[in-house]
């Protein structure tokens, strides 16, 4: 790799982790892993999902993603409904008190997250979002033909 690939490419590395880095420090804040965290903002979308959908999208573990899972059906968070033609996928569904529980905690994240986009919005495009998620499908692509 050319050097000033090299740095383009380790600048981009060290951005994303520090993104990484707010999310980890506000998990710590809420005294939780960032896996849990990671799942209250893939399920506050409010729809059902798979935890093979999650682990896929979201890159948590599969073992940790079924603690969690286990923790919040007995903590009454979510509920587990059978997919109709697949035997052994459940569906993860919020119950109200798991909606109260994620907003509770996400809420303060969410307004960090608006007032560093509309600060970054001022400064450049949102066609940023873009780029960085066509650098992450490409990188992926790669990885994938290296490895076949």
Avoid at 11 to 21: F, G, S
Avoid at 22 to 51: F, I, R, V
Avoid at 123 to 132: A, G, L, M, T, W
Wanted: glycine letters at 4%; hydrophobic letters at 35%.
């Amino acid at each position: 790799m050319k050097d000033d690939m090299k740095t383009k490419v380790r600048e981009l590395a060290v951005a994303i982790n520090n993104v990484d880095e707010g999310y980890y420090a506000y998990a710590k804040e809420l005294d939780m892993k960032e896996s849990e965290l990671c799942l209250m903002y893939a399920m506050d979308d409010e729809k059902p999902h798979t935890q093979k959908q999650i682990h896929e999208q979201w890159m948590i573990p599969k073992t940790t993603l079924n603690t969690i899972t286990k923790q919040w059906q007995k903590e009454g968070y979510i509920m587990m409904r059978p997919i109709p033609g697949k035997r052994r996928e459940l569906e993860m569904h919020l119950t109200e008190k798991g909606k109260e529980y994620i907003q509770k905690r996400l809420d303060i994240l969410y307004r960090a997250e608006e007032k560093a986009m509309e600060m970054t919005l001022k400064k450049y495009s949102d066609k940023f979002i873009e780029v960085v998620a066509y650098f992450g499908t490409c990188l992926k692509e790669v990885y994938e033909e290296q490895f076949r």
